[in-house]
Protein backbone atom coordinates (compact mmCIF):
# COMPACT_ATOMS: atom_id res chain seq x y z
CA UNK A 1 0.00 0.00 0.00
CA UNK A 2 1.57 3.56 -1.18
CA UNK A 3 2.13 6.14 1.89
CA UNK A 4 0.24 9.11 2.18
CA UNK A 5 2.45 12.24 0.69
CA UNK A 6 2.37 14.59 -1.60
CA UNK A 7 3.22 12.45 -4.58
CA UNK A 8 -0.02 9.89 -3.85
CA UNK A 9 -1.84 13.33 -2.42
CA UNK A 10 -3.96 13.17 -5.74
CA UNK A 11 -4.75 9.22 -5.26
CA UNK A 12 -7.12 9.92 -1.93
CA UNK A 13 -10.75 10.46 -2.82
CA UNK A 14 -11.88 14.46 -3.53
CA UNK A 15 -13.87 14.27 -0.59
CA UNK A 16 -10.99 13.25 1.95
CA UNK A 17 -8.97 15.96 0.43
CA UNK A 18 -8.24 20.03 1.89
CA UNK A 19 -8.60 22.48 -1.24
CA UNK A 20 -5.36 24.07 0.42
CA UNK A 21 -2.88 22.98 -1.30
CA UNK A 22 -0.05 22.06 0.87
CA UNK A 23 3.06 23.36 -1.33
CA UNK A 24 1.27 27.08 -1.13
CA UNK A 25 1.23 27.25 2.62
CA UNK A 26 4.28 29.23 4.33
CA UNK A 27 4.96 28.45 7.99
CA UNK A 28 3.62 30.88 11.02
CA UNK A 29 3.24 28.97 13.60
CA UNK A 30 5.92 26.72 15.34
CA UNK A 31 4.22 24.03 17.52
CA UNK A 32 5.77 22.43 20.18
CA UNK A 33 4.51 18.70 21.54
CA UNK A 34 3.67 17.79 18.36
CA UNK A 35 1.25 14.19 19.54
CA UNK A 36 -2.28 13.36 18.55
CA UNK A 37 -3.90 16.14 20.56
CA UNK A 38 -2.29 18.83 18.32
CA UNK A 39 -2.48 16.90 14.84
CA UNK A 40 -6.44 17.02 15.77
CA UNK A 41 -7.23 20.14 17.28
CA UNK A 42 -4.93 23.22 17.12
CA UNK A 43 -3.97 22.02 13.30
CA UNK A 44 -7.19 21.71 12.27
CA UNK A 45 -8.74 24.84 13.99
CA UNK A 46 -5.74 26.88 11.84
CA UNK A 47 -6.12 24.74 8.20
CA UNK A 48 -10.21 26.21 8.74
CA UNK A 49 -8.82 29.54 9.40
CA UNK A 50 -6.76 29.50 6.67
CA UNK A 51 -9.75 28.08 4.58
CA UNK A 52 -12.51 30.87 5.61
CA UNK A 53 -10.01 33.58 5.72
CA UNK A 54 -8.09 32.77 2.37
CA UNK A 55 -4.62 33.46 4.08
CA UNK A 56 -1.98 30.73 3.18
CA UNK A 57 0.78 31.91 6.05
CA UNK A 58 -0.23 29.94 8.87
CA UNK A 59 1.27 26.32 8.16
CA UNK A 60 2.95 24.55 10.91
CA UNK A 61 6.40 23.79 12.01
CA UNK A 62 5.93 21.13 14.77
CA UNK A 63 8.30 19.94 17.30
CA UNK A 64 8.51 16.76 18.50
CA UNK A 65 8.63 17.24 22.58
CA UNK A 66 11.11 13.52 23.87
CA UNK A 67 11.74 11.39 20.40
CA UNK A 68 11.61 10.93 16.99
CA UNK A 69 8.85 8.52 16.28
CA UNK A 70 6.14 11.23 15.51
CA UNK A 71 8.27 12.81 13.13
CA UNK A 72 9.54 9.63 11.86
CA UNK A 73 5.97 9.31 11.31
CA UNK A 74 5.27 12.60 9.34
CA UNK A 75 8.34 13.33 7.52
CA UNK A 76 8.02 10.21 4.99
CA UNK A 77 4.54 11.42 4.77
CA UNK A 78 5.71 15.46 3.87
CA UNK A 79 3.69 16.16 6.69
CA UNK A 80 -0.18 15.16 5.43
CA UNK A 81 -1.96 12.98 7.76
CA UNK A 82 -5.85 12.42 8.08
CA UNK A 83 -7.79 12.87 11.24
CA UNK A 84 -10.75 10.51 11.37
CA UNK A 85 -14.49 11.87 13.12
CA UNK A 86 -15.99 8.84 14.62
CA UNK A 87 -19.30 9.13 15.61
CA UNK A 88 -22.18 6.78 16.56
CA UNK A 89 -23.48 7.46 13.08
CA UNK A 90 -19.80 6.83 11.61
CA UNK A 91 -16.62 7.79 10.02
CA UNK A 92 -15.61 10.66 8.57
CA UNK A 93 -11.76 11.40 7.13
CA UNK A 94 -10.23 14.33 6.14
CA UNK A 95 -5.75 14.85 4.69
CA UNK A 96 -4.67 18.03 7.12
CA UNK A 97 -2.13 19.83 5.35
CA UNK A 98 -1.20 22.65 7.26
CA UNK A 99 2.16 20.76 9.30
CA UNK A 100 4.79 21.92 6.61
CA UNK A 101 8.15 20.63 8.64
CA UNK A 102 7.97 18.26 11.71
CA UNK A 103 11.33 18.73 13.62
CA UNK A 104 12.52 16.31 16.19
CA UNK A 105 13.34 18.48 19.61
CA UNK A 106 15.57 16.33 21.30
CA UNK A 107 18.30 16.12 18.31
CA UNK A 108 17.28 18.92 15.53
CA UNK A 109 17.24 21.57 18.69
CA UNK A 110 18.89 23.96 17.08
CA UNK A 111 16.68 24.01 14.04
CA UNK A 112 13.83 24.16 16.10
CA UNK A 113 15.48 27.53 17.80
CA UNK A 114 15.61 29.00 14.23
CA UNK A 115 12.03 28.28 13.65
CA UNK A 116 11.12 29.98 16.78
CA UNK A 117 13.66 32.76 15.42
CA UNK A 118 12.16 33.29 12.26
CA UNK A 119 10.50 36.81 11.57
CA UNK A 120 7.59 34.41 9.48
CA UNK A 121 6.69 32.95 12.76
CA UNK A 122 4.54 35.15 15.02
CA UNK A 123 2.83 32.27 17.13
CA UNK A 124 4.08 29.46 19.39
CA UNK A 125 1.38 26.64 20.53
CA UNK A 126 2.17 24.24 22.97
CA UNK A 127 0.69 20.82 24.09
CA UNK A 128 3.67 18.84 25.78
CA UNK A 129 1.23 17.71 28.44
CA UNK A 130 0.94 18.52 32.29
CA UNK A 131 4.30 16.94 33.35
CA UNK A 132 6.28 18.47 30.82
CA UNK A 133 6.34 21.59 32.31
CA UNK A 134 8.50 20.69 35.58
CA UNK A 135 6.40 22.59 38.12
CA UNK A 136 6.44 22.16 41.50
CA UNK A 137 2.79 20.57 42.16
CA UNK A 138 2.09 22.07 45.02
CA UNK A 139 2.73 26.04 44.39
CA UNK A 140 2.39 25.49 40.54
CA UNK A 141 6.01 27.49 39.84
CA UNK A 142 8.83 26.27 37.92
CA UNK A 143 10.71 23.36 39.95
CA UNK A 144 13.84 25.39 39.53
CA UNK A 145 15.49 22.15 41.72
CA UNK A 146 14.67 19.82 38.39
CA UNK A 147 18.06 18.51 37.51
CA UNK A 148 16.87 18.76 33.89
CA UNK A 149 16.43 22.53 34.29
CA UNK A 150 19.44 23.13 36.01
CA UNK A 151 21.00 21.51 33.25
CA UNK A 152 19.16 23.82 30.50
CA UNK A 153 19.88 26.75 32.90
CA UNK A 154 23.63 25.76 32.70
CA UNK A 155 24.02 26.06 28.78
CA UNK A 156 23.45 22.31 28.19
CA UNK A 157 21.36 21.69 24.70
CA UNK A 158 17.85 22.39 26.31
CA UNK A 159 15.33 19.23 26.62
CA UNK A 160 12.93 20.93 28.84
CA UNK A 161 10.14 22.31 26.98
CA UNK A 162 10.92 25.72 29.25
CA UNK A 163 14.45 25.97 28.57
CA UNK A 164 13.56 25.44 24.81
CA UNK A 165 11.49 28.25 24.76
CA UNK A 166 13.53 30.82 26.44
CA UNK A 167 16.53 29.38 24.31
CA UNK A 168 14.52 30.19 20.79
CA UNK A 169 13.26 33.11 22.36
CA UNK A 170 16.90 34.22 22.89
CA UNK A 171 17.30 33.28 19.56
CA UNK A 172 14.46 35.75 18.51
CA UNK A 173 15.45 38.55 20.51
CA UNK A 174 19.00 38.47 18.74
CA UNK A 175 17.59 37.84 15.42
CA UNK A 176 15.77 41.14 16.37
CA UNK A 177 12.64 38.72 14.87
CA UNK A 178 10.12 40.73 16.93
CA UNK A 179 6.90 40.37 19.03
CA UNK A 180 5.47 36.56 19.47
CA UNK A 181 2.51 35.29 21.36
CA UNK A 182 3.09 31.55 23.20
CA UNK A 183 -0.12 30.51 23.68
CA UNK A 184 0.12 27.20 25.91
CA UNK A 185 -3.00 24.93 24.99
CA UNK A 186 -2.28 22.41 27.59
CA UNK A 187 -5.19 21.30 30.59
CA UNK A 188 -3.79 23.79 33.04
CA UNK A 189 -5.31 26.43 34.96
CA UNK A 190 -4.44 29.79 34.26
CA UNK A 191 -2.07 28.00 31.64
CA UNK A 192 -0.77 31.18 30.09
CA UNK A 193 0.19 32.90 33.02
CA UNK A 194 1.70 29.38 34.37
CA UNK A 195 3.88 29.51 31.88
CA UNK A 196 4.62 33.25 31.42
CA UNK A 197 5.60 33.15 35.58
CA UNK A 198 8.13 29.69 34.41
CA UNK A 199 9.39 31.61 31.85
CA UNK A 200 10.52 34.62 33.55
CA UNK A 201 11.89 31.81 36.64
CA UNK A 202 13.98 30.31 34.33
CA UNK A 203 15.49 33.62 32.86
CA UNK A 204 16.20 34.31 36.58
CA UNK A 205 18.67 31.24 36.51
CA UNK A 206 20.57 32.38 33.60
CA UNK A 207 24.07 34.65 33.25
CA UNK A 208 22.59 37.64 31.89
CA UNK A 209 18.70 36.94 32.18
CA UNK A 210 18.01 40.29 32.86
CA UNK A 211 17.92 41.81 29.44
CA UNK A 212 16.43 38.65 28.03
CA UNK A 213 13.71 38.78 30.83
CA UNK A 214 13.23 42.67 29.93
CA UNK A 215 13.11 41.68 25.87
CA UNK A 216 10.45 39.08 27.07
CA UNK A 217 7.94 41.15 29.04
CA UNK A 218 8.06 44.07 26.13
CA UNK A 219 7.66 41.88 22.86
CA UNK A 220 5.75 38.44 24.07
CA UNK A 221 2.41 37.78 24.97
CA UNK A 222 1.32 34.32 27.02
CA UNK A 223 -2.24 33.91 26.04
CA UNK A 224 -4.04 31.25 28.29
CA UNK A 225 -6.62 28.98 26.32
CA UNK A 226 -9.27 26.07 26.91
CA UNK A 227 -8.66 23.37 24.49
CA UNK A 228 -11.05 20.36 23.93
CA UNK A 229 -11.41 17.59 21.93
CA UNK A 230 -11.07 14.15 22.92
CA UNK A 231 -8.12 12.04 21.26
CA UNK A 232 -7.59 8.84 22.15
CA UNK A 233 -4.48 7.05 20.74
CA UNK A 234 -4.65 5.56 17.75
CA UNK A 235 -4.76 1.67 17.36
CA UNK A 236 -3.59 -0.31 14.27
CA UNK A 237 -7.45 -1.42 13.41
CA UNK A 238 -8.29 2.39 13.15
CA UNK A 239 -5.21 2.87 10.97
CA UNK A 240 -6.17 -0.05 8.81
CA UNK A 241 -9.62 1.44 8.59
CA UNK A 242 -8.27 4.51 6.82
CA UNK A 243 -5.97 2.56 4.47
CA UNK A 244 -9.50 0.72 3.25
CA UNK A 245 -10.91 3.82 2.93
CA UNK A 246 -8.39 6.60 1.41
CA UNK A 247 -6.30 3.64 -0.26
CA UNK A 248 -2.66 5.25 1.39
CA UNK A 249 -0.97 4.20 4.30
CA UNK A 250 -1.25 6.82 6.89
CA UNK A 251 1.15 6.34 9.85
CA UNK A 252 0.35 9.00 11.80
CA UNK A 253 -3.32 8.79 11.38
CA UNK A 254 -5.51 10.19 14.35
CA UNK A 255 -8.63 9.69 15.59
CA UNK A 256 -11.02 12.06 16.96
CA UNK A 257 -14.89 12.49 18.55
CA UNK A 258 -16.54 14.91 16.26
CA UNK A 259 -16.87 17.99 18.77
CA UNK A 260 -13.51 20.81 19.48
CA UNK A 261 -13.76 23.67 21.25
CA UNK A 262 -11.49 26.52 21.85
CA UNK A 263 -11.52 29.42 23.72
CA UNK A 264 -8.21 31.96 23.66
CA UNK A 265 -7.15 34.90 25.47
CA UNK A 266 -7.09 37.73 23.28
CA UNK A 267 -3.82 38.85 24.04
CA UNK A 268 -1.80 39.07 21.00
CA UNK A 269 0.95 41.93 19.82
CA UNK A 270 1.71 40.21 16.91
CA UNK A 271 -0.45 38.89 13.87
CA UNK A 272 -2.14 35.49 14.49
CA UNK A 273 -4.78 32.72 12.31
CA UNK A 274 -8.48 33.98 12.16
CA UNK A 275 -9.09 31.19 14.49
CA UNK A 276 -12.78 32.49 15.44
CA UNK A 277 -13.72 32.37 11.53
CA UNK A 278 -12.71 28.58 12.60
CA UNK A 279 -15.45 28.47 15.62
CA UNK A 280 -13.24 29.43 18.65
CA UNK A 281 -13.80 32.09 20.90
CA UNK A 282 -11.73 34.65 21.32
CA UNK A 283 -12.37 36.31 24.41
CA UNK A 284 -11.02 38.96 27.22
CA UNK A 285 -10.75 36.31 30.25
CA UNK A 286 -10.56 32.29 29.60
CA UNK A 287 -10.37 31.21 33.24
CA UNK A 288 -13.76 30.59 33.66
CA UNK A 289 -13.83 28.77 30.56
CA UNK A 290 -10.92 26.44 31.57
CA UNK A 291 -11.96 25.78 35.18
CA UNK A 292 -15.39 24.64 34.16
CA UNK A 293 -13.55 22.55 31.72
CA UNK A 294 -10.94 21.70 33.97
CA UNK A 295 -13.33 20.70 36.73
CA UNK A 296 -15.86 19.05 34.91
CA UNK A 297 -15.12 17.43 32.12
CA UNK A 298 -11.65 16.55 32.68
CA UNK A 299 -12.70 15.60 36.43
CA UNK A 300 -15.58 13.18 35.55
CA UNK A 301 -13.15 11.49 32.94
CA UNK A 302 -10.78 10.75 35.78
CA UNK A 303 -12.91 9.80 37.99
CA UNK A 304 -14.35 6.90 35.52
CA UNK A 305 -10.95 6.59 34.47
CA UNK A 306 -9.75 5.60 37.99
CA UNK A 307 -12.72 3.85 38.83
CA UNK A 308 -13.00 1.91 35.26
CA UNK A 309 -9.23 0.82 36.13
CA UNK A 310 -9.76 -0.67 39.52
CA UNK A 311 -13.26 -2.24 38.07
CA UNK A 312 -11.66 -3.66 35.10
CA UNK A 313 -13.69 -1.69 32.38
CA UNK A 314 -11.28 -1.17 29.44
CA UNK A 315 -12.77 2.34 27.83
CA UNK A 316 -14.19 5.30 29.09
CA UNK A 317 -17.45 4.86 27.13
CA UNK A 318 -17.83 1.32 29.14
CA UNK A 319 -17.15 2.90 32.27
CA UNK A 320 -19.81 5.70 31.67
CA UNK A 321 -22.46 2.70 31.16
CA UNK A 322 -21.85 1.50 34.39
CA UNK A 323 -24.98 3.31 36.16
CA UNK A 324 -23.09 3.53 39.61
CA UNK A 325 -20.08 5.32 38.18
CA UNK A 326 -22.49 7.31 35.67
CA UNK A 327 -24.52 8.89 39.04
CA UNK A 328 -21.30 9.40 40.52
CA UNK A 329 -19.95 11.31 37.86
CA UNK A 330 -22.98 13.16 37.78
CA UNK A 331 -23.16 14.30 40.90
CA UNK A 332 -19.45 15.59 41.05
CA UNK A 333 -20.16 17.82 38.48
CA UNK A 334 -23.76 18.94 38.83
CA UNK A 335 -23.69 19.13 42.87
CA UNK A 336 -19.44 19.39 44.05
CA UNK A 337 -18.62 21.29 41.00
CA UNK A 338 -21.34 23.56 39.88
CA UNK A 339 -21.08 25.58 43.53
CA UNK A 340 -17.52 26.25 43.01
CA UNK A 341 -17.53 27.62 39.39
CA UNK A 342 -18.12 31.09 38.46
CA UNK A 343 -21.55 32.44 36.48
CA UNK A 344 -20.14 32.35 33.07
CA UNK A 345 -22.52 34.01 30.44
CA UNK A 346 -23.88 31.80 27.80
CA UNK A 347 -22.47 28.65 29.57
CA UNK A 348 -25.11 26.54 31.01
CA UNK A 349 -23.82 24.24 33.01
CA UNK A 350 -26.47 21.92 33.53
CA UNK A 351 -26.70 21.28 29.68
CA UNK A 352 -23.12 21.77 29.54
CA UNK A 353 -22.91 18.08 31.91
CA UNK A 354 -24.95 16.59 29.97
CA UNK A 355 -23.47 16.84 27.03
CA UNK A 356 -20.02 15.57 28.54
CA UNK A 357 -21.89 12.49 30.04
CA UNK A 358 -22.99 12.10 26.20
CA UNK A 359 -19.61 12.72 24.71
CA UNK A 360 -17.91 10.22 26.89
CA UNK A 361 -20.42 7.95 26.03
CA UNK A 362 -19.76 7.07 22.23
CA UNK A 363 -18.86 4.11 21.34
CA UNK A 364 -16.82 4.62 18.12
CA UNK A 365 -13.72 6.05 20.46
CA UNK A 366 -11.78 3.21 22.20
CA UNK A 367 -10.36 5.76 24.95
CA UNK A 368 -9.03 3.96 27.40
CA UNK A 369 -9.38 4.38 31.35
CA UNK A 370 -5.54 3.48 31.24
CA UNK A 371 -4.66 6.74 29.00
CA UNK A 372 -6.74 8.86 30.84
CA UNK A 373 -5.67 7.71 34.39
CA UNK A 374 -2.13 8.08 33.81
CA UNK A 375 -0.06 10.95 34.91
CA UNK A 376 -2.56 11.38 38.14
CA UNK A 377 -0.30 13.36 40.32
CA UNK A 378 -0.36 16.15 37.87
CA UNK A 379 -4.20 15.63 37.08
CA UNK A 380 -5.96 15.79 40.47
CA UNK A 381 -4.61 19.21 41.31
CA UNK A 382 -6.44 21.15 38.51
CA UNK A 383 -9.06 18.92 38.74
CA UNK A 384 -10.44 17.10 41.64
CA UNK A 385 -8.48 19.27 44.67
CA UNK A 386 -9.44 22.75 44.27
CA UNK A 387 -12.91 21.52 43.78
CA UNK A 388 -12.73 19.06 47.45
CA UNK A 389 -10.66 22.49 48.91
CA UNK A 390 -13.73 24.85 47.96
CA UNK A 391 -16.14 22.70 49.11
CA UNK A 392 -15.05 22.00 52.11
CA UNK A 393 -14.98 25.89 52.49
CA UNK A 394 -18.62 26.24 51.21
CA UNK A 395 -19.75 23.62 53.68
CA UNK A 396 -20.60 20.83 51.29
CA UNK A 397 -19.38 17.38 51.10
CA UNK A 398 -17.15 16.18 48.51
CA UNK A 399 -18.04 13.08 48.40
CA UNK A 400 -16.80 11.94 44.81
CA UNK A 401 -14.42 14.65 44.65
CA UNK A 402 -12.81 12.71 47.64
CA UNK A 403 -13.48 8.82 46.05
CA UNK A 404 -11.79 9.95 42.80
CA UNK A 405 -8.83 10.99 45.02
CA UNK A 406 -9.17 7.91 47.01
CA UNK A 407 -9.54 5.69 43.68
CA UNK A 408 -6.10 7.09 41.95
CA UNK A 409 -4.30 6.63 45.23
CA UNK A 410 -5.67 2.88 45.04
CA UNK A 411 -4.55 2.59 41.07
CA UNK A 412 -1.17 3.59 42.13
CA UNK A 413 -0.13 2.57 45.50
CA UNK A 414 -1.99 -1.22 45.59
CA UNK A 415 -1.76 -1.61 41.70
CA UNK A 416 -4.94 -4.39 41.80
CA UNK A 417 -8.14 -3.83 40.85
CA UNK A 418 -11.11 -5.28 42.38
CA UNK A 419 -10.67 -8.73 41.05
CA UNK A 420 -6.72 -9.06 42.28
CA UNK A 421 -5.58 -8.92 38.67
CA UNK A 422 -2.38 -6.73 38.79
CA UNK A 423 -2.64 -2.87 36.97
CA UNK A 424 0.35 -0.47 35.80
CA UNK A 425 -1.23 2.93 35.54
CA UNK A 426 1.73 5.07 35.13
CA UNK A 427 2.64 8.04 37.13
CA UNK A 428 5.61 10.23 37.36
CA UNK A 429 5.16 10.42 41.19
CA UNK A 430 4.65 6.60 41.67
CA UNK A 431 7.83 5.68 43.15
CA UNK A 432 7.83 8.44 45.58
CA UNK A 433 4.42 7.70 46.87
CA UNK A 434 5.44 4.10 47.04
CA UNK A 435 8.22 4.68 49.21
CA UNK A 436 6.43 7.37 51.43
CA UNK A 437 3.49 5.23 52.22
CA UNK A 438 5.89 2.43 52.54
CA UNK A 439 5.11 1.39 56.38
CA UNK A 440 1.32 2.74 56.14
CA UNK A 441 -1.08 0.29 56.73
CA UNK A 442 -4.53 0.56 55.04
CA UNK A 443 -5.90 4.07 55.48
CA UNK A 444 -2.66 5.55 56.72
CA UNK A 445 -1.48 5.47 53.29
CA UNK A 446 -3.28 8.66 52.25
CA UNK A 447 -1.24 11.38 53.58
CA UNK A 448 2.05 10.42 53.41
CA UNK A 449 1.41 9.52 49.45
CA UNK A 450 -0.67 12.53 49.09
CA UNK A 451 2.15 14.28 50.37
CA UNK A 452 4.58 12.95 48.32
CA UNK A 453 2.25 13.88 45.45
CA UNK A 454 3.04 17.24 46.33
CA UNK A 455 -0.64 17.82 47.55
CA UNK A 456 -0.20 21.12 49.81
CA UNK A 457 -0.12 20.88 53.28
CA UNK A 458 -3.17 23.29 54.15
CA UNK A 459 -5.35 20.56 52.73
CA UNK A 460 -3.44 17.56 54.19
CA UNK A 461 -3.94 19.52 57.58
CA UNK A 462 -7.96 20.06 56.74
CA UNK A 463 -8.90 16.96 58.76
CA UNK A 464 -12.38 16.53 57.02
CA UNK A 465 -10.58 16.22 53.21
CA UNK A 466 -8.49 13.59 54.11
CA UNK A 467 -11.19 11.95 56.43
CA UNK A 468 -13.09 11.66 53.63
CA UNK A 469 -10.02 10.24 51.02
CA UNK A 470 -9.28 7.78 54.30
CA UNK A 471 -12.82 5.99 54.32
CA UNK A 472 -13.21 6.07 50.84
CA UNK A 473 -9.56 4.36 50.66
CA UNK A 474 -10.75 1.74 53.33
CA UNK A 475 -14.13 0.81 51.56
CA UNK A 476 -13.06 0.59 48.10
CA UNK A 477 -11.00 -2.33 49.51
CA UNK A 478 -13.76 -3.85 51.36
CA UNK A 479 -16.27 -3.18 49.12
CA UNK A 480 -15.01 -2.68 45.69
CA UNK A 481 -15.95 0.60 42.95
CA UNK A 482 -19.28 -0.07 42.37
CA UNK A 483 -20.80 -0.20 45.81
CA UNK A 484 -18.76 2.61 46.82
CA UNK A 485 -19.72 4.56 43.90
CA UNK A 486 -22.83 4.09 44.77
CA UNK A 487 -22.66 5.43 48.04
CA UNK A 488 -20.49 8.55 47.37
CA UNK A 489 -23.23 9.10 44.35
CA UNK A 490 -26.03 9.58 46.88
CA UNK A 491 -23.60 12.16 49.05
C1 LIG B 1 -8.17 13.45 29.37
C2 LIG B 1 -7.99 14.60 28.38
O1 LIG B 1 -6.29 12.06 29.16
C3 LIG B 1 -6.88 12.88 29.88
O2 LIG B 1 -6.46 13.20 30.97
O3 LIG B 1 -8.99 13.86 30.41
O4 LIG B 1 -6.97 14.37 27.48
C4 LIG B 1 -9.31 14.91 27.63
O5 LIG B 1 -9.62 13.88 26.73
C5 LIG B 1 -9.22 16.21 26.90
O6 LIG B 1 -8.86 17.24 27.80
C6 LIG B 1 -10.55 16.54 26.23
O7 LIG B 1 -10.52 17.83 25.74
Redesign the pocket.
Known amino acids: MPRLNLATLGSVPPWARSTLDPRDLAVGIVHLGIGG?HRAHQAVFTEDAMLASGQTRWAISAVTQRGPRVRDELAPQDGLYTVTTRSRSGAGYRVVPVVREVIDGPSQVETALDRIADPAVSVVTLTVTEKAYRLDPAQGRLDTTDPDVRADAAGAPPQTVVGRLVAGLRRRQAAGAGALAVVCCD?LPDNGRLLRRAVFAFCALLPGGDGLAAWIAEHVTFPSSM?????PATTEAERAEVEAALGVRDEAAVVAEPFGQWVIEDDFRSPRPAWERAGALVVPDVRPYELT?LRT??AC??LL?YAGVLAGIGTIAEAVAVPELQAAARRLAQCEVRPTLPVTEGLDHHRYVETVLDRFANPALQ?TTQ??A??GSL?VGPRLLGTAADGLELSTTPAVATLAIAAWLRCVLVAKADDGSPLAVSDPAADSMRTAARNATGAGAVRPALAAAGVSGALLDEGRFTGLVESWYTQLAAAGVRATAREAAAG
Open positions: FNVDRIVKLNHSAHQVADK
